[in-house]
């Protein structure tokens, strides 16, 4: 089946550095990705869309410049968290959406568990 | 723009009982819904989906689902839960117009006891 690889996994480091998260459609193309964010015992909040070749749309109250999207290929997204800080913490899941034509589901990444000290 | 409410926060249940978890949607256009499971420090898991046809979907590990288009409704069930069912339910809607953007609910902490 379809999938979706997220990398890293989990990453910890130091305030104000920056941490690119990947996401790749291992057997798919992607013209769409989604990008969610989850803090702890609460529900995915969608952060962006992530469209190949153009900019990215961002969702009310999410900061564009600090959350860099980068969709360059049709097989990879990149998120880019800058600066980050320790409210910048949480789990980061993307989602990758095949052939809008095909009526299939997006399939989403493991997420990648960010820790900023 | 699409909401999705899950009326209840956790569910315990009895091992071997059945159980129903609850998804209440609103949205001014035609949408796909679908239940994921998520396991603790995990990403999602499709459990099914509902995108056309016959209103009672189908899913992984017994779990099945009824779309009801006039209480705008999509209550997933099982008949008989295990301990391994215990995790995180997610119910979400995507709507077919719009770039198929998916929202979530809240959750339904489903916890599975001997």
């Known amino acids: 089946g379809a999938v979706v690889s997220q990398h890293p996994s989990w990453v910890i480091c130091k305030s104000g550095t920056s941490v690119k998260i990947e996401c790749r459609s291992l057997d798919f193309q992607a013209t769409t990705m989604f990008w969610y964010r989850q803090f702890p015992k609460q529900s995915l909040m969608l952060m962006a869309t992530s469209n190949e070749g153009s900019k990215a749309t961002y969702e009310q109250g999410v900061e564009k410049d600090k959350f860099l999207i980068n969709h360059a290929s049709l097989t990879l997204s990149t998120l880019t968290v800058t600066s980050a800080h320790p409210e910048d913490s949480s789990f980061y899941i993307c989602?990758?959406?095949?052939?809008?034509?095909?009526?299939?589901?997006?399939?989403f990444g493991d997420g990648t568990r960010l820790s900023i000290l | 723009a699409q909401s999705v409410t899950q009326l209840d926060s956790q569910v315990p249940v009895f091992e071997e009982a059945p159980v129903e978890l609850r998804c209440n949607y609103s949205?001014?256009?035609?949408?796909?819904l679908f239940w994921y499971v998520q396991y603790p420090n995990q990403g999602l898991q499709l459990l099914l989906k509902?995108?056309?046809?016959?209103?009672l979907v189908k899913g992984i590990n017994g779990f099945e689902a009824e779309f009801n288009k006039s209480q705008t409704s999509f209550h997933l069930r099982k008949p008989s839960v295990h301990i391994s069912d215990t995790a995180e339910y997610f119910c979400a809607v995507s709507e077919k117009t719009g770039g198929f953007k998916t929202i979530f609910g809240a959750g339904t902490r489903l916890f599975v006891k001997a």
């Open positions: 949205s001014s256009v035609s949408v796909y």
């Open positions: 989602s990758a959406l095949p052939d809008l034509m095909s009526n299939q589901p997006q399939h």
């Open positions: 509902y995108l056309s046809g016959s209103t």
